[in-house]
């Protein structure tokens, strides 16, 4: 399709409040602040005390005003603008921006951060367990080579993605980090691939992470930035299941999703259902490691990804929105729109709705990852389709 240049003038109260949106939202980025900055030193005292004392986690402190900020989100002339669809998806916005900041409000205030994580990302049903289990009976695959030993440092990872992101015309900042809870994650406000300092990556990790964080992530993150709407980089209503399942099926679509990658997933699942039974830290990574026989770093950092900030669900949604969005592509559906930036698939349709009326643009880059199936393992299609 031609590039439309957009007509941003013909929607003027769409444009106004998508720009006061932008200024407010431009430091609201969760993860910025649900990490603890203190992982280590508290991965050490749990190990030290034999498992049996709860970490005790610190958070970065807010760096904007929270009440402020709710008060002119709920002040915009949401009425002025014209197009029905476009205004209840702002409102949906509000709504959806309005409960980010109760979270980030409440890091590290136990159950009124998770209730809040709740209304935001939800929490697995007995579906997405039941799911979770049945990918847990599958053995892993077995590898002759030396794929899967983590042997390259982080310096070796930073030199790997920067040969990666030479396949796209765009900026890779890398910056190392202890406080993450993830081996490598992308920061969307300042276009930044963060990795773990004291990591060490294995050839599949290095395949996975960049087909993961730089085929998805910051192709998303610069598509977002290239388009007329600020909406795109800050994100649609409820785009974290989208965009993390986007990111996992362009590993199958690359060839290096494995079993023990899917099991990852599943095992988020079973963490994230703990925090419903009222599991504190030492109760999760006791399921994990003693029930489920994962080693300590694992269980640690599953367990570390669901209770950081008070019992964080996010991380269900990887496998919920895999199987959404492997679905939609073996049923033909087109993924473009899920690449113009953090959208989600429920409102993909405004992507082409704004497209076709001149206010948004087609995607400047591409995950080539899309263009052809290179996974080879019929274990992994029989899971997925399978999936309920």
Excluded at 91 to 98: E, H, K
Excluded at 265 to 270: A, F
Aim: net charge neutral; hydrophobic share 35%; charged share 25%.
């Amino acid at each position: 399709m031609n590039q439309i240049e957009p007509m941003t003038n013909d929607h003027p109260f769409l444009m106004k409040i998508d720009q006061n949106l932008n200024k407010m939202v431009v430091k609201i980025e969760l993860l910025n602040y649900v990490n603890p900055t203190n992982i280590e030193q508290e991965k050490r005292n749990f190990f030290a005390s034999k498992y049996n004392i709860n970490p005790s986690f610190k958070y970065k402190k807010i760096d904007f005003d929270a009440h402020s900020i709710q008060q002119q989100l709920f002040s915009q002339d949401i009425g002025s603008i014209k197009d029905d669809e476009s205004r209840a998806f702002y409102r949906d916005v509000i709504y959806d921006y309005s409960g980010l900041i109760q979270c980030i409000e409440t890091i590290g205030q136990g159950r009124k951060f998770y209730y809040n994580a709740l209304k935001s990302f939800g929490t697995p049903t007995e579906k997405d367990v039941e799911n979770a289990k049945f990918i847990l009976h599958f053995d892993d695959e077995v590898f002759d080579d030396n794929e899967m030993i983590p042997i390259y440092s982080v310096e070796e990872a930073a030199v790997y993605f920067e040969e990666f992101v030479k396949q796209y015309n765009f900026k890779l900042d890398i910056k190392l980090s202890t406080k993450i809870a993830a081996a490598a994650m992308v920061q969307n406000n300042t276009q930044t691939l963060i990795l773990k300092k004291n990591h060490r990556y294995s050839a599949n990790q290095l395949k996975v992470l960049a087909t993961h964080e730089i085929g998805v992530h910051l192709v998303t993150t610069y598509n977002g930035l290239d388009q007329p709407l600020k909406i795109f980089h800050n994100g649609f209503p409820k785009n974290v299941e989208t965009q993390e399942g986007l990111a996992v099926f362009s590993e199958y679509m690359s060839g290096c999703l494995t079993m023990h990658r899917l099991k990852e997933l599943s095992y988020r699942v079973i963490a994230a259902d703990s925090l419903r039974r009222g599991f504190n830290f030492c109760d999760t990574f006791d399921v994990l490691h003693n029930q489920y026989k994962l080693n300590r770093e694992e269980a640690y950092n599953i367990t570390l990804r669901a209770h950081r900030g008070g019992g964080f669900t996010k991380d269900f949604t990887y496998l919920t929105g895999l199987k959404k969005v492997y679905d939609a592509y073996y049923y033909k559906e087109n993924l473009s729109p899920l690449l113009a930036g953090k959208v989600s698939l429920e409102y993909a349709p405004m992507v082409t709705k704004w497209i076709n009326q001149g206010i948004a643009k087609e995607n400047r880059y591409e995950n080539f990852a899309f263009n052809q199936v290179k996974n080879k393992n019929p274990k992994l299609d029989f899971i997925l389709k399978n999936l309920k």
